[in-house]
């Protein structure tokens, strides 16, 4: 199995910056893609940004221009740096990758979720 620890959320001010990182470890034979979702209180979970093993990228408009996702494969992680924040982007951040094993067989894992709490 496959487990992943989020890191980096907060308290910070609107404008501010804060840096997500998420980190596999487990049994791990390779990663495809890595994604960051936010749930906020009351509503459903989106996805923010996704990252493919080759780098490429996907962002929601929401986010677009403010928050870059980027990845480290030799240390399984995952980082999503977020600039210029605003108190709509409060919620909870969760790390979800997509693992193969051997078998090419896949699945989808998901961390417990960081808070990131933006004041106006």
């Known amino acids: 199995q496959v487990q992943l620890v989020e890191s980096g959320g907060g308290l910070v001010q609107a404008g501010g910056s804060l840096r997500l990182s998420c980190a596999a470890s487990g049994d791990i034979f390779l990663i495809s893609t890595m994604a960051w979702y936010r749930q906020a209180s009351g509503k459903q979970r989106d996805l923010v940004a996704s990252i493919t093993r080759g780098g490429s990228t996907n962002y929601a408009n929401s986010v677009k221009g403010r928050f870059t996702i980027s990845r480290d494969n030799a240390k399984n992680t995952v980082y999503l740096q977020m600039n210029s924040l605003k108190p709509e982007d409060t919620a909870v951040y969760y790390c979800?990758?997509?693992?193969?094993?051997?078998?090419?067989?896949?699945?989808?894992?998901w961390g417990k979720g960081t808070l990131v709490t933006v004041s106006s």
């Open positions: 979800n990758m997509d693992h193969f094993g051997p078998s090419h067989s896949g699945s989808s894992y």
